[in-house]
């Protein structure tokens, strides 16, 4: 079994919602990891716009990622599965370059953005998992999670900054 194994190229990301939605996404996963720029985009979908022109403009961004290499692969998120900006993504993915999930969440997009070097089928799988982790009820009573609690006398402007 030998040999060097086949050299792989990162899984691109993007990200098709309701304005102003996939660029406040695309916002938040590079603040978390901004080395990824390149591999993120996001479209927002305006609500005046024609679904038609709206595709046109994800096929010559969808074209852009995967042109980058011969096994370039991308994983399309989106907000609402039967809404315009899945309805226009699901016309662009292939199923085999390109996948789609709906229902996208923050939690998500890290999970995709950090697994974004795995073949493309586990990238999914980690995505959806990621997004179903994410949501989950919070007990307000408990302190927050990896963090003492303070008294309400030393608190100061900095604590509600990330």
């Known amino acids: 079994m030998g040999g060097a194994s086949p050299r ?6 993007l990200l098709v919602a309701h304005a102003p939605l996939a660029q406040a996404l695309r916002q938040c996963a590079l603040h978390v990891f901004p080395d990824a720029d390149a591999w993120v985009t996001a479209l927002d979908v305006l609500p005046n716009v024609p679904p038609e022109e709206t595709l046109g403009a994800a096929r010559i961004i969808l074209a852009q990622q ?6 370039a692969q991308v994983l399309v998120l989106t907000d609402v599965f039967g809404a315009t900006p899945c309805n226009v993504a699901q016309q662009l993915v292939d199923g085999v370059r390109s996948r789609l999930v709906a229902g996208v969440n923050l939690p998500m997009l ?5 697994y974004r070097h795995e073949p493309l089928e586990a990238q999914v799988q980690r995505a959806i998992a990621g997004g179903t982790a994410g949501v989950m009820q919070v007990a307000v009573a408990a302190p927050p999670q990896n963090q003492a609690r303070r008294k309400h006398s030393d608190q100061d402007i900095r604590d509600h900054q990330q």
Not at 66 to 71: F, I, N, S, T
């Open 8 to 13: 792989r190229c990162m899984n691109s990301i």
């Open 110 to 114: 890290l999970r995709a953005v950090t």
């Open 66 to 71: 995967l042109g980058r290499a011969p096994r």
